[in-house]
């Protein structure tokens, strides 16, 4: 398994403070990208939901692999057409089930119960809810969710 880059002995902190003017409009916490950030959504009722994500793309090697195995082998149908908008976001919510949602709270059946996360759930819900996927996809992406710790972010509040 791939060793988790960590801020504290990589260079990170050196490197953030060298090119310390573009940090706050191109960089991006490797740690956090890997480890994940909790990033809230409030619902239409006033309730909260709470996503664990880690960044998609970049430095986040679990989603370059998941990617290369379920996109790339069907670039060629997609560019001539032959793969349909359902299959390529099938194929893209196994990527991000498997690569970047690590977790949810606030999820809940029908009686009220909690929904325990699962790779196996997460792909079910971003397939039927395609809004959703677009606002997780959004933050998965959003190099902002991923420049500081929650520390940092508290501390700020």
């Known amino acids: 398994m791939a060793k988790k880059p960590d801020p504290t002995n990589d260079g990170f902190e050196k490197k953030k403070a ?14 956090l990208e890997q ?3 909790i990033v809230p959504y409030t619902l239409d009722d006033g309730t909260a939901i709470k996503f664990k994500l880690r960044r998609a793309g970049l430095r986040n090697t679990e989603w370059k692999r998941a990617y290369n195995r379920m996109v790339k082998p069907n ?7 032959e793969i349909t908008e359902d299959e390529m976001k099938g194929l893209l919510a196994v990527v991000y ?3 970047v949602i690590l977790g949810w709270e606030g999820i809940k059946d029908s009686d009220g119960k909690e929904v325990a996360y699962s790779k196996e759930l997460a792909i079910e819900l971003l397939q039927f809810f395609p809004d959703l996927f ?11 969710n991923y ?3 929650e520390l940092e972010r508290t501390e700020k509040n």
């Open 18 to 31: 060298q090119f310390a003017n573009l940090f706050g409009t191109f960089g991006a916490n490797p740690f």
């Open 147 to 149: 420049q500081e710790t």
């Open 97 to 99: 089930a498997e690569a």
């Open 75 to 81: 670039e060629d149908r997609v560019l001539s057409g």
């Open 134 to 144: 677009t606002l997780i996809i959004n933050s998965a992406h959003s190099r902002s």
């Open 35 to 37: 480890a994940g950030v």
